[in-house]
Structures are given as structure tokens and as C-alpha cells.
């Protein structure tokens, strides 16, 4: 390793203590990190003139002379995610400190070639206006549901009716600079990153179909070709067995709450889990029904899936979070039941709403920079 590639290195070990730490001295961080103070203090000056870091005042050390305090500075950096989902669009985009400085919410059409002209049309904006703020564009992540291989082809997405996009190329030859780095993945590995609460956890959405995001050992797992956590699939018995998504999914969940409710109205679930809540709250005998059974092969999916991983937490994400205190009882009691680990998992609900994969997005290209992989200057 030259000398280049040990600075690098020491520039995202400075950064990556700061992330995980919140504001530190220098001093501390040497500390911290081993590195010594002569090294740490050449690293930071670097990252200060660079605007990744900033100095916000003394560290409030009580012996001997304050040192000052350095943070993340999020001025100069940010960093783009997109969520694809089967009606809408969600853009946002977090700054280098990892303070939110964009989120939009746009309509989507499928016909055609319309769903990726407008993927390309709100990348291109929210670009555009993070460089408007006077920030540089780290990188744009897309958060797909379905089959997302490592070079960013969707090749198979049935919430959306797509095989075989490439979608990663699309846009980042429509943005037009070639040293900007553009992703595609799986959104529920996306929205792992962003929930990232243990370093063996897994979080599971419901928005298309069933998926999970499984992080192992602090990593997020990716499998041979990026293919993992599609849990919606599991079926149990001989062929034409109802799957766990036919059993525990969201849209057949509102089909069995709300007897009637057209199926054609059933492209944004939004409104109708909102619907489901109300009845719920309102103890409407059929719709709680529903909900506990739904919990319930939830929790029979989860501890299969659980007894392989093996997380300390389960994360519901989503819709399934909206509906946490009526799912999470009965799953919770099926988890118990299955698990064969004595100390069980976790199983708790999101916070972080419906762009949890948009914001993992994001967050991925800062810890590109944390990580050493990535360094917008030059070591």
C-alpha cells in the first residue's frame, strides 16, 4: 500500500470516528483511533480545507487546556437516493453531516417507457438542486423492489412489470458526468442501512410483495449475485401452496380487512392501510381478524428466516409498521414458538416512515466516504 493509499485510508478512519462518535477532539480522536496526534492533525486540516469537517468550539475537556471540537460539516457534500415503487417516486437527499436537504414525492405512471423517463426527469432535478444549494453530489443510489444484480440491472421486478432494465445505466448516462457514482439495489437492503440499529439485523418491508434486508457481522448481506431476501416466496407443502406473501402480505391483508374494496384502487395501499387503522382502532371484529392472522403467518416466515440469520432485532418496515401494534403481538407469540436461538429476536417497528429505502440510498455513498472506498479529494 503506498503512501496515497494510507493516507485515504486514515482520511475515512478520521471520518468514520466522527460519524459513529458525534463531535471530538483531536486529541480524542488520536486516541481513539491510534493514530498519532501529528498524523490526526494533518488529516483534519485536510478535511477542514475540503469542508468535511468543521470546528464548532472547545470540547469541553475539564483537565488541562480545552481542545476543540470537530464535526461533520454537510455544506460542501451530499448524497441522492430514489425509491421506485409501483405508483410513486420518492426522492431524497441527505447532506454530508447526514442532515436531510431534499425530499420529494412524485406520481408515476407505468405505460411504457414513461416509469423510466421519469426516474431519469427526478434524478436529473434532484441533482440539480443539490447543486443549487452549492453542494457537490457525492453519488445517487435507486431503490428497486425485486432482482437487483451488482451492476444495477433490474432483472426481474414484478411490482413494477419490468426484466431485464438497466436501469442504473439509464440514468447515469442521462446525468451526464462521468465521475459521479450511480447504484441501483434492492430496497429492503437499502432500508437495513438506514435502520441499521445491531450488527445482525433484519428489516422487512411489505410495499411489493416480501423482502428482507439482512445485515450480518455489520455488513449487508448481498448473496452471489445481490438476489437475498426475497422471504415473500416461502411456501410450504406441495406446489400451489399459498406463499407467505398470499398469506402475510400487506395488498392481500386489505383485501381480507375491507370485503369489497376494488382491487383496481389497490395500486397505492397507502390509503387503504389508513382504512384498515381506522377499523382497527374502531375494534371492528373482521378487520382484527384479518390483522392477527396476518401477524401471525408474519411471525411463522420471520422465525424461518430468523433461525437462519440469526439477528438480535427484526425490524417491520412500512405498512407493516403502520400496523405494528396489531401485528407485532401475534407474530411476537409465532417468533417465540419457531426460534430455537434461547434469547429470541427482537421484534420492533420502524421509525423512519415510506422512504426508508430512499434515505439508505443516500446514506450508502457517505459510507462509500467512511469506509475509504470513495474520498471526494484528493489524499
Known sequence: MGFTDVRATNLAVVLRHLRTNGPSSRAAIAASTGLNKATVSSLTSDLIDHRLLRETGSSGNRIGRPGTALALDGSAFAAIGIQVAADHLIALAVDFAGEQVLLWHRALAQEGGRATGAIITLAQKAATRVRQQGRTVLGLTLAVPGLVGEDGTVHLSPALGWSDVDLQGLVASSLRQP???????????????????????????????????????????????????????????????????????????????????????????????????????????????????????????LAILANLADPSVIVLGDHYASLAEWLIPAAKSELAGHLLAPDGAELIASELGLHAAALGGAISHLERVDSGRSMPITA
Open 179 to 301: 465521475g459521479l457514482v450511480v447504484t441501483a439495489a434492492n430496497q429492503a437492503g437499502l432500508a437495513a442501512i438506514a435502520e441499521r440499529r445491531a450488527d445482525d439485523m433484519i428489516f422487512v418491508t411489505g410495499t411489493a410483495g416480501i423482502e428482507a434486508g439482512i445485515i450480518a457481522d455489520g455488513k449487508l448481506l448481498h448473496g452471489a449475485r445481490g438476489f437475498t431476501g426475497q422471504i415473500g416466496r416461502f411456501a410450504l407443502g406441495p406446489a400451489g401452496s399459498p406463499t407467505l406473501h398470499d398469506l402475510a402480505g400487506i395488498e392481500p391483508l386489505v383485501r381480507r380487512a375491507l370485503q369489497g374494496f376494488d382491487p383496481e384502487s389497490l395500486t397505492d395501499l397507502g390509503p387503504a392501510v389508513e382504512q384498515v387503522i381506522v377499523l382497527a382502532r374502531a375494534g371492528d371484529a373482521g378487520v382484527l381478524t384479518a390483522l392477527r392472522d396476518t401477524g401471525r403467518h408474519l411471525g411463522q416466515g
